[in-house]
């Protein structure tokens, strides 16, 4: 069973289409992210929600909205794409932060504007 | 603020020879260190992780990493590398209590044959 899975896991769109990307876990986590990996490797955490509440938001623009209709699903929603959004999104999730915690994270959506 | 410094963008190593990957971290406190590996069109996965107690810490397909408070670092190695350990390796750091990880740059390793 894939502990963390996204879907899908190519998307090729064009420019100023809307996209979602879905994110389900079957770990009983209660914490999960979405993170952002660029052409040259480097991951940067986007959101995170702990049971359905935001509690990580980084510098991302407005036109990328998550939500979390329970604590085992993070969607990711992202308006009027453009050129720099091509990337791959990581979805990951975790149980709390005490130091036993593991992140673990999904394959990954391959994310492609045109 | 925490950051994570990996060096070498890229490293290469031959067949059965050690790997050693370079981390150093900043932070006003102690972090908890993390090593990750992605290979090929996947996701990231844990390879080991240091929280508190033993500095050397042994992870999954015979690496070990050892937490250096004096130095800041927390270097990756294996004895002898395999030709399966080609990929990108990252290192990450969380303070404790916080669910916020800051992922280094990463580094890919080559094995040559």
């Known amino acids: 069973d894939t502990a963390v899975s996204q879907t899908p896991k190519y998307l090729v769109t064009q420019m100023g289409n809307d996209k979602s990307i879905k994110c389900e876990q079957n770990l009983g986590h209660d914490t999960m992210y979405w993170y952002k990996q660029d052409s040259k490797k480097f991951l940067k955490i986007m959101f995170s929600y702990n049971n359905k509440e935001l509690i990580i938001n980084e510098t991302v623009p407005n036109r990328f909205s998550p939500k979390s209709p329970d604590k085992a699903h993070l969607n990711l929603h992202i308006n009027s794409l453009e050129l720099g959004d091509s990337a791959v999104y990581f979805c990951?999730?975790?149980?709390?932060?005490?130091?036993?915690?593991?992140?673990?994270f999904g394959p990954g959506t391959r994310l492609l504007v045109l | 603020a925490q950051s994570v410094t990996q060096l070498g963008s890229h490293v290469s190593v031959s067949e059965g020879a050690l790997v050693l990957l370079r981390c150093n971290y900043s932070?006003?406190?102690?972090?908890?260190l993390f090593w990750y590996v992605q290979y090929p069109n996947q996701g990231l996965q844990l390879l080991l992780k240091y929280t508190t107690g033993a500095t050397l810490v042994k992870g999954i397909n015979g690496f070990e990493a050892e937490f250096k408070k004096s130095e800041t670092s927390f270097h990756l190695t294996k004895p002898s590398a395999h030709m399966s350990d080609a990929a990108e390796y990252f290192c990450a750091v969380r303070l404790g209590g916080t669910y916020k990880y800051i992922f280094g740059t990463g580094t890919r390793l080559k094995v040559l044959a």
């Open positions: 990951a999730s975790s149980q709390d932060v005490t130091e036993k915690e593991t992140q673990y």
């Open positions: 932070s006003s406190v102690p972090p908890y």
